[in-house]
């Protein structure tokens, strides 16, 4: 059963947008957190896709995937980090507090 | 290495010797050590200069020398002095020396004021030996940024604002300047060839006449703020007015004169179609400033006030004399800016003295002070004498050459303007004899005056020079005026193309 | 004559050695020293005038030649023009040489006593050999910016003097209208120069007095508002002297500068200084005859007006110093209206030799004056006429001197003031009948006011006799009175003519019979009137002098408010009208639209610093909307 490329794409681009969406509206940063990692996935599943279906000979698209997740994992381990500090400076995590960095 | 270069050097090597300076006693020594390694290094251009001339060496500039620095842009360190350069540098250095014991109070932070101070007189020893554009306004900013910090941390009063004034209003002179400059730089060979930054080699070009009319009076107001032009004056007052006694003094003394030299050296200079066509607007302007910076003086409360509404009226004068063009004139410019900047720092380093003591500048909070501290209050006296144009101090000299070279001058637009000029010397007696009779003259008032003392050794020795310059060049002025004047002649060669 | 240098260089050597070390001489030494080298200075000018008179040298032809001993270019302004420095010498200056150096010597005398054990007495001295330093430079200058150097000068030292005693607020401000004044009167001096050296391209006296105009012959045809340009420099020319003379509207200063200390008042603001308007004008009195002869009848105006209006007031003044003063401006009229009715050469310059010989009389008797009334003042320790009477008892040589002093200002013969003024008189004639009418009846006006003084002083009971009894001053004081008046008794019968006249050559005078005896009728009935007024007076200027008087009484005793009017003019209308909102336009106009730049940017940056809102969410958005945008953007191209 081949399934045709248009529909990893799809869920990638779905995944992405509930990503941005999520990003934009949740107000808990650790949903955003998460919808950043909805974003991050997407993107490597367009990265295999592409790779798979393109170019089979080569395998660049994977690398950099698993690099990707690498990284993913790391600035995940940071940013939850960050986020228990700033819960135990201003015990919640509401993104609206956290703009002390205007102007 | 050239010789001229010294006057960059040794600043930087006080610099260093300050830095490394452990308590107040070295930095008062290491200062007053440059400052007079400065003062005897001018002394001898000095000599060594009206020498070379006497032995009939007649090139424009003197010492001259040029070191590739930006190839691209063909940028030069290039250094040269002619007989105005070494006056300014004479001034600069009397005014580095006696303010140096103007400081002598500076306690606090007092290595940094001194690193301060002498950045900023680097910066203008700079200017005055350059003869490249780049490199002149490269000093001219050098000269600029300490004053901002100079006066807003070891200055009195609203020094923040004066401060943030002052710097705010002369970078804006300066980014006039720097368009000018470049657009100079962009028409400095109009019949191919490469472009070039030297002053000496624009001004053997003919830079087109449309240029020339944009450049000119970019370049004239960039420099005419700092030489306190109306309406472009008003950093003057409050910047003096927070400045601490030895920053007014070199401010006053010698900053301010940058603005006249470089009007002078520049806009003037390298061109002089557009000063021929275009003088009438800014010797308007320069006319208003002298009786307007006058006028605003004589009901003034605050003592630096008062002198700093006089400088605009005095700097006003010698720009005013400089868009005269012509000789007589031009050369009383230069000696009103020498004459200028030696008795304003003696007014500002005694106003500076006198608040040290009565902690007020406000005359009618002084009165009597004649008795309690005579040295200085006939010193302000002599000063203020000075300043009103006495025959034998060195006003009088500057002022009656600017009035006999601008009444040269005979259609009826400069006849005016000259009259009204010279109302001026009217108008300055009346400040200052008013200003002398009520904080000096009188009976004490305040009986905490009364426990004043007088002026102590470190305060007589800046005094004293001045006073001894300032008598000297007015009961022999051939010496500077034949100097000055004979390094006007390529200017006016240049007018008369 | 080369030793003519030291005339200036021992004043001025004097000033800087009393000056500097005013601190160290202690006691007298500084008023002896000074006094001293005085003595020295005026032996010297007194040879360097017996050596110009009479060495054959001096003369070409009969005629008295301008002698230039030293000149030195001092400043190179343009090519032609140049100031020098130098010593010129001829009738007039070695007249006044012997004039200033003589009065200058009687004073420095003189205040050896009345200076004694006063505050600051070095520094009096110092200031006086500044004084006679620059009065004597200014009257050998060689050229007119020499002169105008000096002059300002002179205007220093008087103002220092004036202001002597700085602690009194009466001479601080006294100080400060002198010098004002005469400084705004200098401004059209220096114009006035502007505009002759602009067309003579000289400064030099030699060159702008040559005969003929020639000096302003490129200013023929150049006229401004309906004047040649010649009539015009020579007019604002007359404007300064006018200041230095303090001939009306520019007087104000020298009644009030009567309160510097007395022998200050009789050496600057009566012998010496006051006429240097008048030396000006007998300086440049060639210039004015060949190029600009429609000046000099507007100068005899002003003078005759002066000289009127100064007599009404002297004769309403309370003061005796301030008496003094208001003489001293009508006497200095009677010399302008003199040079401004004369000619040129022999009889015509008649009027030129009796205003030169007025002054050198005046200068004489006038420092008599004021050195008498200064001992007067040391004697009872008031200005005031309340304050005196009977004096003649307690004082008789300063009785005497002040007498005869009072008889030569009147016009009596044989002292010295009644054949100098006879030949105004004489002049005036020629000129007008209508002048001389007004001189002859000023010079009643002025022997009324003088015995007028006389008797308050000397003879009528005092009102006021707080004070104790006054005695005769010290030998040093009455001394100089003594030579004064001696010189007063003698100086008329010298033969001036022979020694200044307009144009150098020997003038033999005559006394103008018809002329004499009208002024002596006059004089005499004037002297009548005073003394049958004021000789056995009992009762005399009331606790106010203003209460039941006629209003031209309180006018003239108000010197008819002219200095009110000036009050007015610089307080009321410069400094209310200019200054005041120069200083408000510069603060909140200039300054305001610097201030408003910067609230400019401020604000500006207000504005946008609302999209730096530290919302993360906020941020994402507007990217996100961005690249939309983008790409549509894209899409649609």
Avoid at chain 2, 386 to 401: D, K, Q, R
Avoid at chain 2, 433 to 444: A, D, F, H, M, T
Avoid at chain 3, 21 to 49: C, D, E, F, N, P
Wanted: charged share 10%; aromatic share 14%; proline share 3%.
């Amino acid at each position: 059963m081949d399934i045709p490329m248009q529909c990893y794409l799809l869920v990638a681009a779905v995944m992405f947008f509930c990503g941005i969406y999520g990003f934009i509206t949740r107000h808990n940063v650790l949903a955003m957190l998460i919808s950043l990692e909805l974003i991050l996935n997407a993107v490597n599943i367009n990265f295999v896709v592409f790779n798979r279906f393109l170019y089979p000979e080569a395998l660049e698209g994977y690398f950099f995937t698993l690099f990707s997740i690498g990284v993913a994992a790391g600035e995940t381990a940071v940013a939850i980090a960050i986020i228990i500090n700033i819960y135990r400076n201003i015990k919640n995590i509401k993104v609206e507090n956290l703009d002390n960095m205007k102007f | 290495m050239n010789f001229l270069s010294l006057f960059v050097l040794l600043p930087l090597l006080t610099l260093a010797g300050l830095w490394l300076s452990k308590n107040l006693k070295q930095v008062h020594a290491v200062a007053v050590t440059g400052a007079s390694a400065l003062l005897i290094l001018t002394v001898y251009l000095t000599v060594d200069f009206l020498l070379q001339r006497a032995a009939g060496n007649t090139a424009e500039m003197l010492y001259t020398a040029s070191v590739m620095w930006f190839e691209p842009l063909n940028i030069h360190y290039a250094v040269g002095v002619d007989g105005i350069s070494v006056s300014m540098l004479l001034l600069t250095s009397i005014i580095l020396f006696t303010g140096v014991f103007a400081s002598w109070t500076i306690v606090d932070q007092a290595k940094e004021y001194y690193m301060w101070f002498l950045l900023l007189t680097l910066g203008v020893y700079g200017f005055f030996i350059s003869i490249d554009l780049f490199t002149m306004f490269m000093f001219y900013e050098v000269a600029l940024i300490p004053m901002y910090l100079l006066i807003g941390l070891w200055g009195s009063g609203g020094k923040e604002y004066a401060a943030m004034k002052l710097t705010l209003m002369l970078m804006g002179g300066s980014a006039f300047l720097m368009i000018g400059i470049i657009g100079i730089y962009l028409n400095s060979a109009p019949e191919g060839g490469e472009l070039t930054m030297n002053l000496l080699e624009i001004s053997k070009v003919l830079i087109p006449m449309e240029v020339q009319r944009w450049l000119f009076p970019l370049v004239f107001i960039g420099f005419g703020v700092l030489g306190a032009m109306f309406p472009f004056h008003t950093w003057s007052p409050d910047g003096h007015a927070s400045a601490p006694t030895a920053v007014s003094m070199l401010h006053a003394g010698v900053l301010m004169k940058l603005g006249g030299y470089g009007c002078f050296r520049v806009a003037i200079y390298l061109m002089p179609e557009a000063a021929n066509e275009l003088a009438w607007i800014f010797l308007t302007l320069t006319g208003i400033s002298v009786v307007y910076g006058a006028f605003g003086a004589i009901l003034q409360k605050d003592l630096k006030y008062i002198n700093a509404y006089s400088s605009v009226s005095h700097c006003g004068l010698v720009l005013f004399a400089i868009l005269m063009l012509n000789q007589t004139a031009m050369t009383g410019a230069i000696m009103q800016m020498l004459s200028h900047g030696l008795m304003t720092a003696l007014f500002f380093a005694l106003i500076g003295m006198i608040y040290g003591r009565t902690h007020t500048r406000n005359i009618d909070e002084m009165s009597g002070l004649m008795k309690v501290m005579p040295f200085l209050a006939v010193c302000y006296v002599i000063a203020g004498l000075a300043s009103l144009g006495l025959p034998g101090l060195s006003g009088f000299v500057a002022e009656m050459t600017v009035f006999v070279g601008s009444w040269e001058h005979t259609d009826m637009f400069h006849r005016v303007f000259t009259v009204v000029a010279c109302c001026s010397i009217v108008i300055t007696a009346v400040y200052i004899l008013r200003v002398v009779g009520k904080i000096l003259y009188g009976e004490v008032e305040n009986k905490h005056h009364l426990e004043l003392g007088d002026a102590v050794w470190h305060e007589r020795i800046p005094v004293v020079i001045l006073i001894v310059v300032i008598a000297a060049i007015g009961m022999y002025p051939l010496l500077v005026s034949d100097m000055i004047s004979d390094s006007l002649v390529s200017v006016i060669g240049q007018l008369a193309r | 004559m080369e030793y003519s240098i030291f005339v200036l260089l021992l004043p001025m050597i004097m000033f800087l050695f009393i000056g500097l070390l005013q601190g160290k001489l202690k006691g007298q030494s500084a008023g002896i020293i000074g006094t001293i080298s005085m003595s020295l200075t005026t032996i010297i000018a007194y040879a360097v005038a017996f050596d110009y008179f009479f060495s054959p040298e001096s003369k070409i032809d009969g005629i008295y030649q301008k002698i230039v001993e030293y000149n030195w270019v001092w400043l190179q302004l343009t090519e032609n023009l140049h100031i020098d420095l130098g010593i010129l010498l001829d009738p007039i200056s070695c007249m006044m040489l012997v004039v200033i150096t003589t009065v200058s010597l009687m004073v420095h005398i003189y205040s050896l006593g009345y200076m004694h054990g006063e505050r600051g007495f070095a520094r009096y001295y110092a200031f006086l050999s500044l004084f006679s330093f620059s009065m004597l430079g200014l009257v050998v200058a060689t050229n007119i910016f020499q002169m105008y150097i000096f002059w300002e000068l002179v205007g220093v030292s008087s103002y220092l003097l004036i202001g002597f005693y700085y602690t009194k607020p009466a001479a601080i401000a006294a100080s400060k209208k002198a010098f004002i004044v005469t400084r705004f009167a200098d401004l059209g001096f220096l114009i006035g120069i502007l505009v002759l050296s602009f067309y003579a391209q000289s400064f030099s006296f030699t060159d702008l007095t040559a005969p003929g105009g020639v000096a302003l012959s490129s200013a023929a045809g150049v006229s401004f508002l309906g004047a040649s340009a010649a009539a015009w420099g020579l007019s604002l020319i007359f404007v300064g002297g006018a200041g230095k003379s303090a001939m009306f509207p520019l007087h104000i200063w020298l009644p009030d500068a009567m309160e510097g200390p007395t022998p200050v008042s009789a050496l600057i603001h009566a012998a010496t200084m006051v006429v240097a308007g008048v030396y000006l004008v007998a300086r440049m009195f060639p210039l004015y005859i060949d190029a600009a002869p429609e000046v000099l009848p507007g100068i005899a105006y002003v003078g005759a007006f002066t000289s009127l209006f100064a007599a009404v007031i002297a004769c309403f003044q309370s003061d005796i110093k301030r008496v003094l003063a208001f003489s001293t401006i009508s006497q200095i009229g009677f010399m302008i209206v003199a040079l401004g009715v004369s000619g040129m050469g022999g009889h015509d310059g008649l009027g030129y030799m009796a205003g030169m010989w007025h002054l050198f009389t005046h200068a004489m008797f006038k420092a008599l004056l004021f050195l008498g009334a200064g001992a007067v003042i040391h004697a009872v320790h008031s200005n005031e006429m309340s304050a005196m009477g009977g004096l003649r008892k307690y004082m008789p040589v300063t009785h005497i001197t002040f007498l005869i002093a009072c008889l030569a200002i009147a016009g009596i013969p044989p002292f010295s003031g009644f054949f100098s003024k006879d030949e105004i008189l004489s002049a005036c004639l020629e000129f007008s009948p209508v002048m001389f009418a007004l001189m002859a009846g000023i010079a009643g006006l002025t022997a009324f006011y003088m015995f007028r003084l006389y008797y308050r002083i000397f003879w009528s009971t005092p009102t006021d006799v707080s004070h104790h009894t006054p005695h005769e001053a010290p030998a040093v004081m009455y001394l100089p009175l003594i030579f004064l008046a001696a010189v007063t008794l003698v100086a008329g019968f010298i033969p001036f003519g022979d020694f200044v006249t307009s144009d150098g050559a020997v003038y033999h005078i005559h006394i103008n019979w018809t002329v004499a005896t009208i002024s002596i009728v006059v004089a005499v009935v004037a002297i009548a009137i005073a003394t049958v007024k004021y000789m056995k007076e009992k009762s005399k200027a009331p606790e106010n002098p203003l209460n039941n008087v006629g209003a031209f009484y309180r006018a003239a005793y108000r010197r008819f408010y002219i200095d009110e009017v000036y009050m007015f003019v610089t307080h009321k209308i410069i400094f209310a009208y200019i200054s005041r909102p120069i200083k408000w336009f510069d603060r909140h106009v200039v300054d305001g639209f610097m201030n408003f730049l910067a609230w400019g940017a401020n604000a500006l940056s207000g504005l946008i610093k609302g999209f730096q809102s530290g919302q993360v969410q906020q941020y994402a958005y507007v990217f996100v909307l961005g690249v939309i945008i983008l790409i549509v953007i894209a899409l649609a191209l």
